[in-house]
């Protein structure tokens, strides 16, 4: 702001003396930044520059202690395929946290779906197509559920989805009985339900379908996020929800589509993972929330909303595919890994926090 | 005064259980004018504007705008109708920039499929229009229209928020405590801003406690007692411990002012 026309105003009589004052107060603090304070706006500009950091940090670790069999676009490219599944999870999951909410039931709804997918083919022979279309809609409808119960009935949403969580992985073993369905089976008999587990080779390099889905599926939402008002609102809401809603956000609105597009996400997760296993099985995916919420918080999103990207979900999970992968290259004990996966989710809170000073 | 006035609202009624915010309370806004709305806490300014702003709904009375009468059910509905309301919180987002911010709700897509279709938005034009109404405002010493709003001192962000308010306000803006959380030179800008919105036109509810603020601005003064309009008074005809004394009950209104 310009201070330039006080003086010819009339003003309040003790206002006079703001004449003589200086005339710079409302602009920017022009002091030469300190390089601190620099890497500090940077990174509170673009959020995902941290994790890609250390990503790369802990690529350069691997190639030293592990040596030339870990960079191999073969280990490489079998690293993007474990993470798969948690990537395309983490994407619902990142929607969600967006929003400054959570959501514990993803796992389930992706075993749910898997098993339906599953189970309408074999139980029922229904056509492949309409059965996975079946788990979508499913999938769609858990979400819905959540985003309902969160938006109109105004729960936490900790709280909901810690319920739903029981309710769908309950509901996945009373309806598949607790049975498993044979890879062999679903190759000669429905096929379509692997898709995602095809593999190409390009380079030497390995890559499944699942890959190719995840790596799509964060584009597009990267894009829906930045380049849309929808993808703006998700994060006007999980900043302020009273503000965007006060600035003309159908928040109840918005909040209930993250939900359900979670859910369609995860069901997509589940359809991916019956190509990653081969079988569908109630007992996958007992994990895949914590490793999705991990994902997230390693990639530098702040679990109180309207901060982060996703491409830094992508980069937090590839950074615990890296040193899962490595740790049992190296041939140490799985342990380790953990331990330095919970170091790591409580650094990069820490530093969230530090970025975020740079508003004070 | 003038000819007709441009919102009215005759009797409104809002009662939150025991407690009648609103007691039949009457307002007038005339075109091109600066009302402000005082009356000492409790008295049911906020209720009156909300109201107005359609972010309550009364139980009872009309509000007429332009003479015709409207039930807005949103603060969204009263934005479409034309009147904009820069909150006392401001109502910004802060992790957005200054222009994602102005267009909150509001968004321009780009034109031909990358709109239609991919529903992309037009950075390009919102930032372009955000630039605009800043430097109309005289604010433009904010460098970049990109930068986060959490990034702006106290003033700036008024300043933005009075931006959008006069950006797509097209018949009233309202203003609540405009000037509460900000020092003695922030203020002084505020209160030009409010000229510069007046002086094209669009007429402003300005609800304040600072009263040499107030007696600066204001073309009138309604106050506010008690649920209801007590007095509508010239601040040019009455000081400011006249004002104070009405509307604590301090001392009756000249019976030719009450309303």
Known sequence: MTETNTTSQTGQEFERVLSQSATTVASFDQHERSPLEKLRHFLHSSPASVPLIVLVLSLLIFAVIVGSRFFTPFALS??????????????AQTLVVLTAGIDLSVGAIMVLTSVVMGQFTFRYGMPVELAILCGVALGALCGFINGFLIATVKLPPFIVTLGTWQIFLATTYIYSANETIRAQDIETNAPLLQFFGQKINIGGATFTYGVFAMLILIAVLWYVLNHTAWGRHVYAIGDDPEAAKLSGVRTKRVVITVYVLAGLICALAGWASIGRNGSVSPQIGQFANIESITAVVIGGMSLFGGRGSILGMLFGALIVGVFSFGMRMYGTDVQWTYLIIGVLIILAVAIDQWIRKVAG | ?????????????????????????????????????????????????????????????????????????????????????????????????????????????????????????????????????LTELGLMTIQNIGQAVETLSGGQRQGVAVARAAAFGSKVVIMDEPTAALGVKESRRVLELIQDVKKRGLPIVLISHNMPHVFEVADRIHIHRLGKRLCVINPKEYTMSDAVAFMTGAKSPPAELVA
Do not use: C
């Open chain 2, 1 to 133: 005064m003038q000819s007709e006035p441009l919102l009215t609202a005759r009797g409104l009624v809002k009662r939150y259980g025991r407690v009648t915010a609103l007691d039949y309370a009457d307002f007038d806004l005339y075109k091109g004018e600066v009302l402000a709305v005082i009356g000492d806490n409790g008295a049911g300014k906020s209720s009156l504007i909300k109201a107005i702003s359609g972010a309550i709904h009364p139980d009872d009375g009309e509000i007429k705008l332009d003479g015709k009468p409207i039930h807005f059910r949103s603060p969204m509905e009263a934005r479409d109708a034309g009147i904009e309301t820069v909150y006392q919180n401001l109502a910004l987002s802060p992790a957005l920039s200054i222009a994602d911010n102005m267009f909150l709700g509001r968004e321009i897509r780009k034109p031909g499929i990358m709109g239609k279709w991919f529903r992309m938005l037009d950075r390009k034009a919102m930032e372009k229009r955000a630039r605009d109404k």
């Open chain 1, 78 to 91: 079998l690293i993007l395929q474990q993470v798969a599944i948690v990537g395309i999870v983490g994407a």
